[in-house]
């Protein structure tokens, strides 16, 4: 059995004595989604340690019963977030999906689908292109209207997820290189991520923008590949190594830290030094921060934006990687923004990487309540720092007919720079 410390990777399965910290006292139960929406013990933290620690020691099997109950976790790391012991519930139930798909590999046609398509930026974007050519020949509008999709529910989710409308400059790369404007600060790279530059290029160029105009020249490496994070929540280990190795070497050495402003990237990319035995990768884990910590204490001119906000905590932002003051902090400072309090803001949306897709009526239950939450804020805008979070939410706001825009924060932090140059010029 693995006995993981820093440097050497897990190999077998997930640590004894991380299994053993968590002392059952339940406080995580009223933080999990799954536990808060079907109400059962095996579906909580609690219950799904109990299982991986009886399938650890030798005393079950991996058996169908423990794989359905590991397989509904949304992988959210709430219950890391309120554990007084310390129990890194993430990585053990990572690795315990690591041993399940090298004993029992599992694969049905949507998994099939899923990691052929989404970890590669080149795929997604030819994707796309053919759902393009569907929605302008009307076939979506006849779908939708049809009804057809309502008996093949996981297909039927994968199609409500797309915007009606795709950013007009989804497809044009941004340029490799932005140099710093004004005091120049250093030099960071930027991921662009496998779907986010082909579904929101904007928020990455908005990113780089601003991050520019806090002084960094910003690196672009256009050949970057995924970050493995979807293989690496699903337990395929050995893919998720081998991109993490091509991410790490597609960034050149002189960088002095790589940018995310996808929640679930960053925390993967972070935790890069748990899974890799190897000098890039323990680097990269070590250099990598999220938009929102670089731009924390930079000076930047914000112009006024007369605009109620709300702000949705994206799991592996509040949970994975404990950034919740930064965000809120950017927002607050555009003068003219309200930013207004979210009633259980770090509960998942049900977006969770693909889990809308895989287990699309728990996500439904969990959009549900995510979005009349929304609704009771008044907020004509919902800011959120993760790809999967924008989508999920517009989707729920677009089918509850709730007139408001979702956004990534430095959308906004980008109008304001805007409105700031108007005023000036």
């Known amino acids: 059995m693995s006995t993981h410390t820093h440097g050497a990777p897990p190999t077998n399965g997930p640590s004894l004595a991380d299994l053993r910290k968590c002392v059952h006292c339940g406080i995580c139960l009223p933080q999990c989604p799954t536990y808060v929406t079907l109400g059962e013990e095996m579906d909580s933290p609690r219950g ?7 399938a650890a020691e030798g005393r079950i099997g991996l058996t169908e019963t423990l794989t359905h109950h590991l397989d509904l976790c949304l ?26 798909e090298r004993e029992t590999p599992r694969r049905g046609w949507l998994d099939r689908v899923i990691y052929a398509v989404f970890p590669d930026p080149t795929r ?27 008996r093949f529910p996981r297909l039927r989710a994968l199609e409500a997820l797309a915007p009606d409308r795709r950013d007009a400059r989804a497809g044009t790369p941004l340029p490799e290189f932005i140099p710093a404007a004004g005091k120049r600060r250093g030099r960071v790279g930027l991921l662009t ?12 160029r908005d990113t780089a923008r601003l991050l520019s105009l806090a002084g960094w020249d910003v690196v672009i490496p256009a050949s970057q590949p995924c970050c493995g994070a979807l293989e690496l929540h699903a337990g395929r280990l050995d893919t998720f190594r081998a991109r993490a190795r091509d991410l790490a070497a597609a960034f050149p050495a002189d960088v002095d830290w790589i940018v995310t402003n996808a929640a679930g990237c960053g925390s993967a990319m972070k935790e890069y030094d748990h899974w890799l035995d190897a000098p890039a990768a323990r680097r990269m884990a070590l250099m990598t921060k999220d938009v929102s910590e670089l731009l924390a204490d930079a000076e930047l001119a914000l112009g006024r934006l007369d605009v109620t906000v709300t702000y949705h905590d994206a799991c592996h932002l509040a949970h994975g990687q404990r950034i919740r003051v930064e965000p809120r902090a950017l927002l607050r400072r555009i003068p003219g923004l309200k930013l207004v309090d979210l009633a259980e803001s770090d509960l998942c949306c049900g977006s969770a990487g693909v889990y809308n897709l895989q287990h699309p009526e728990i996500a439904d239950q969990l959009l549900e309540r995510k979005v009349a939450r929304i609704a009771e804020t008044g907020a004509r ?30 959308e906004l932090l980008a109008r304001a720079a805007d409105r700031a140059v108007e005023v000036s010029s």
Not at 75 to 100: N, Q, Y
Not at 193 to 203: A, N, T
Not at 381 to 410: F, S, T, W, Y
């Open 75 to 100: 992988g959210c790391r709430a219950c890391e977030t309120t554990c007084p012991s310390g129990v890194p519930f993430g990585r053990l139930l990572e690795e315990t999906r690591g041993r399940i």
């Open 124 to 150: 997604v974007g030819r994707a796309l292109r053919l759902h393009d050519l569907y929605e302008r020949s009307g076939a979506r509008r006849l779908l939708r209207t049809s009804r057809v999709l309502d």
């Open 193 to 204: 991520g496998c779907v986010q530059r082909h579904l929101y290029p904007g928020v990455n």
């Open 48 to 54: 799904r340690i109990y299982l991986m620690r009886a």
């Open 381 to 410: 805008v919902i800011a959120a720092g993760n790809l999967g979070c924008l989508m999920q939410i517009a989707k729920g706001c677009r089918e509850r007919g709730l007139d408001v825009e979702v956004v990534h924060p430095v």
